[in-house]
């Protein structure tokens, strides 16, 4: 009950975040990515936090577009949730769960030309949330979509603690 009740306060946290305003603008982070900055305080510690935030969410996206394990084991925590909506309400995936899905995509999966934007990185001391926008190729079955992450800084590094997919799951 604790961590359904966890998962919901993340969700709602989340929902506030992503229907705020923000002004942002993009900076390129790579080839299909770019990285586009909340409209918060720019001090220095901020700013650092924000560096810190980023090379996580790297790796959130180098494990989706590369399947790279080893980024997965950095970026998430390792009691980590991932949270759909699929054909009977409420999923939950462990994180072996979630890379058993997406490690053996089949040859030219949509998923493997997609494009990601980092839209929103906001921090408050040691809890953060992020939502990355995918837009798939065109005629892609899966369609465009958002990520949203969850993040706690624990002992002094930031983990994804909680994953919500922005569309539903056939599953």
Not at 131 to 151: A, F, H
């Amino acid at each position: 009950m604790k961590t359904n009740l966890m998962s919901l306060v993340l969700l709602v946290a989340v929902c506030v975040f992503a229907l705020s305003p923000s002004a942002s603008r993009a900076t390129p982070a790579g080839a299909n990515v770019s990285i586009e900055n909340s409209p918060t305080s720019q001090d220095e510690s901020v700013k650092s936090e924000r560096d810190a935030i980023r090379l996580v969410l790297q790796q959130y996206l180098d494990v989706m577009d590369k399947q790279d394990y080893e980024s997965l084991k950095k970026a998430f925590h390792p009691e980590a949730k991932l949270l759909s909506v699929g054909k009977n309400g409420l999923n939950q995936l462990s994180l072996d769960d979630w890379w058993k899905r997406i490690s053996n995509p089949p040859p030219n999966a949509p998923s493997l030309h997609r494009k990601s934007k980092v839209s929103l990185i906001d921090v408050t001391e040691i809890a953060a949330v992020a939502r990355i926008d995918v837009e798939q190729p065109q005629g892609s079955r899966i369609g465009n979509s958002s990520d949203y992450l969850s993040l706690l800084k624990i002992n002094n590094e930031w983990k994804i603690v909680n994953k919500v997919l922005s569309h539903k799951l056939n599953i």
